[in-house]
């Protein structure tokens, strides 16, 4: 009965030898149904003559387990058939009970009177063994009742069959050892051979990497210029496969953090209150309105209705705001994505949204301004921000690279080179020293909100960075400009760039595996593919084919 607890860890060992050595798993004895004779003759291996068998209920140290039991019977007055038949037991019942036995030190009176309806070990922890390889956990129960005429109840007769019974048992165990010991020794050939096996693997895995970014390059060819329908893009997504993003975005202190960058949200007041012509009397929509900041600024500025929307629970706290600065009469929030609202308007005449992400299209919420754009804008009318560049530079911190990427190259003493894989494809966001650039910034993409369509949010470019410093190029850094530009006396432009005050965009970082040596004036060109996670919309995979080097980064 218990032969299951056994055979489940055995299968899984055979598969995983069979899965690595085309087969090796041949040699692990076979557990099927078509002999049952031989499955138990397997399991009786549990009785290694090598350790010797712990009583349940005292310290009595026995040479097998049906002696065991049978000391259990005479000494204790416990029949663990009739227990289990009492409680009608099946194999994760035997397990429990055994487990619990053990675990708690339960007697054997109590266990003997315990009634039929309580079952003091139906939780799970007690699948756990208490005794490591306990060999009664390894007996097939009922051919072991059997074999012992049920486990009579004692009296000197029984006792003496019993006896007889456990020797005959006893010698089949033996048996069974030396079986045992063989198979043992077979799978632990099999084992050598897996393990041989799992190194020639890791060597063609490393091979397929190779491959993967070669086959990479062939798909972003064939993918730049693609229609919308192909690309994955977020209106797309059910509710339930898009929770995690809105959930990030349901606590406060990252809508803190946002309002505490005074280099975003000052740009975004100061475009509207310096350009109230653009809002009187307007019709607003802010999509992905979070605590409703924009909201209230573009109700300042002059215009007559507003309307925010989000899927976050944000919402509710922004409701609260906007009733707490007397603005519900202008400012209406609605909880939802904007691909799935219903709007109280048409058409609305501005559309405002804080919708970059990092490298700014992370995140790739600017799908949904445009999604809104195209059905709710009236003719005439614009997005802001409207427009929005991306640059790239050279860096050179050699301290950094050597603390993230050489530090593999010897550990302790130790050579990890193979954990750079790892590494390397991983974009890292953080604030760059302005005085590692090395070179001059180039604009890669530029970006107009109220033309751009969705598959031009994929795209490639060549570049060019003139260096401005000899010295080793460790990293490609990224970074975004934004313009409040279209129908504006008063410009507004911000940037994320390291040269200014930093923002909690802070910059994209791409790290080389091996550091470029350039000169002063000379030209270090690339080119740089960016697309969508087809899994996954919201993150990005970046390459760059540069210096005889291809590299695809992942901004997840």
């Not at 140290?61 to 009492?86: A, F, I, R, W």
């Not at 209406?332 to 219903?342: D, P």
């Not at 930093?502 to 000169?519: C, D, G, R, S, Y």
């Amino acid at each position: 009965m218990i032969i299951m607890y056994l055979s489940v860890l055995t299968d899984t060992f055979a598969d995983t030898v069979t899965d690595h050595d085309g087969g090796a798993g041949d040699d692990v004895p076979d557990l099927s149904d078509s002999d049952n004779e031989e499955q138990w003759q397997w399991m009786e291996e549990a009785n290694d003559n090598n350790f010797q068998v712990t009583c349940l209920f005292c310290d009595k140290m026995s040479n097998s387990v049906p002696e065991t039991l049978q000391h259990c019977l005479v000494e204790h007055q416990v029949n663990l058939v009739e227990v289990v038949k009492k409680h009608k037991l099946d194999d994760y019942g035997y397990i429990k009970m055994i487990n619990y036995i053990r675990t708690e030190k339960c007697s054997g009176q109590s266990l003997s009177t315990l009634p039929e309806c309580s079952i003091p070990w139906e939780s799970d922890e007690y699948m756990r063994p208490a005794l490591q390889d306990d060999p009664i956990l390894q007996i097939d129960l009922e051919e072991l009742c059997e074999g012992m005429g049920m486990l009579a109840e004692p009296s000197t007769g029984s006792q003496c069959e019993a006896s007889h019974s456990s020797d005959a048992l006893l010698q089949r165990a033996q048996a069974a050892e030396e079986r045992a010991q063989a198979a043992e020794e077979r799978a632990q050939a099999a084992e050598e051979r897996a393990q041989r096996t799992e190194e020639a693997l890791a060597r063609a895995m490393d091979d397929l990497h190779k491959l993967k970014l070669l086959a990479q390059g062939l798909v972003l060819n064939a993918d730049v210029g693609r229609g919308t329908g192909a690309l994955g893009a977020v209106a797309e997504l059910r509710e339930d496969e898009d929770e995690a993003y809105f959930s990030s975005y349901g606590h406060y202190s990252i809508h803190e953090e946002m309002l505490k960058d005074t280099v975003r949200t000052e740009s975004y007041r100061d475009f509207m209150y310096l350009n109230p012509e653009v809002f009187k009397d307007k019709v607003v929509l802010d999509v992905g309105c979070g605590t409703g900041i924009l909201s209230m600024f573009a109700a300042r500025a002059g215009a007559k209705m507003v309307i925010g929307v989000d899927q976050s629970e944000i919402i509710y706290q922004a409701m609260d705001i906007v009733r707490s600065n007397q603005l519900q009469d202008r400012v209406t929030l609605i909880k939802g994505r904007i691909e799935e609202v219903k709007l109280p308007v048409e058409k609305v005449d501005i559309i405002i949204s804080e919708w970059m992400g990092y490298f700014l299209l992370f995140e790739s919420m600017l799908d949904s301004v445009l999604y809104a754009r195209d059905l709710y804008l009236a003719e005439g009318g614009s997005v802001y921000p409207d427009r929005c560049t991306i640059s790239l530079a050279a860096v050179g911190d050699t301290e950094k690279h050597q603390g993230r990427i050489a530090f593999w190259d010897d550990v302790y003493g130790f050579k990890m080179a193979c954990m750079k894989r790892a590494v390397v494809p991983e974009a890292v966001v953080q604030v760059l020293k302005p005085d590692t650039l090395i070179s001059k910034p180039a604009v890669i993409q530029g970006i107009d909100c109220n033309a751009v369509c969705l598959s031009e949010l994929e795209f490639a470019s060549d570049f060019c960075l003139k260096i401005t410093e000899s010295t080793d190029c460790t990293a490609i850094v990224g970074y975004f400009d934004i313009f409040f530009d279209r129908d504006c006396g008063n410009k507004v432009v911000f940037s994320t760039g390291p040269q200014v005050t930093k923002t909690h965009w802070k910059q994209t970082v791409f790290l080389l595996e091996n550091p470029i040596p350039v000169q002063a004036g000379e030209e270090l060109q690339g080119r740089i593919t960016v697309r969508k996670n087809k899994k996954d919309p919201r993150s990005l995979f970046i390459t760059f084919d540069l210096h005889d080097m291809k590299q695809t980064y992942s901004l997840q």
